[in-house]
């Protein structure tokens, strides 16, 4: 298992600026994802944090809005840009190997963001 | 496209069985994913089903068909912490997680 830790865990932001969400993990990983889960609907993949490379984004999504930092095989950043209220959701942070093994993730707690 | 289904909402009562269905429509399939997901926390992983079947994990069972394109959460001897949302999830030829909504399951005493 993966122990993860993110932060903040919660922030209320203003229209305009910008919040960086950081994740450790416990253990190397090659792999770490963001997701978005916003109120009563399923979990959407922001990107996929390469480590030594530039995130891999979803349709959707792109590096000026959500730019991604892997400096580490234990660490990631997030920074969700020129925020709107639209951009009020949860953000996750994900590690697993989903074409190994199970392909079970794990799951920090999430930063649960609201913007006025 | 890329299709998940499960029901939006179930209510159940302590100590009784309670199944909940995942129907799904993907790009290939390399196995899916029951999680469970307490309000205000993160997901956390129940079980995993690639072959047609029942597996079972404690009051926990999950079942797949993929010929219909369908699995089941069934959990039984159900408690009170037992309340949260479960979700569906898909991975699909690329290895790409596909999330159903999820279901919010409400226990009774």
């Known amino acids: 298992s993966a122990v993860i830790s993110q932060k903040p865990s919660r922030d209320i932001c203003q229209r305009g600026t910008s919040l960086t969400i950081q994740c450790q993990v416990d253990?190397?990983?090659?792999?770490m994802f963001w997701y978005r889960q916003q109120p009563g609907q399923s979990l959407t993949l922001i990107a996929t944090a390469n480590q030594g490379s530039e995130a891999t984004y979803e349709s959707g999504f792109v590096i000026d809005k959500f730019p991604i930092s892997r400096p580490n095989l234990t660490f990631s950043t997030l920074t969700v840009s020129n925020m709107s209220p639209e951009d009020s959701s949860i953000y996750l942070c994900?590690?697993?190997?989903?074409?190994?093994?199970?392909?079970?993730?794990?799951f920090g707690e999430g930063s649960r963001l609201t913007v006025l | 496209g890329q299709n998940i289904d499960q029901p939006t909402e179930m209510t159940a009562t302590e100590g009784a069985i309670v199944q909940i269905n995942c129907t799904y429509q993907t790009s290939g399939f390399n196995g899916l994913f029951w999680y469970q997901q307490h309000a205000g926390e993160a997901p956390t992983f129940l079980s995993y089903?690639?072959l047609d079947g029942l597996e079972e994990k404690g009051r926990f069972s999950s079942f797949l068909s993929r010929s219909k394109g369908y699995s089941y959460l069934l959990l039984k001897e159900l408690q009170m912490k037992d309340s949260a949302s479960y979700l569906c999830a898909v991975m699909d030829s690329n290895y790409q997680l596909i999330w159903g909504a999820g279901t919010k399951l409400i226990i009774k005493p």
């Open positions: 994900s590690v697993g190997s989903p074409g190994v093994g199970t392909g079970e993730l794990f």
């Open positions: 253990s190397q990983v090659t792999m």
């Open positions: 089903n690639v």
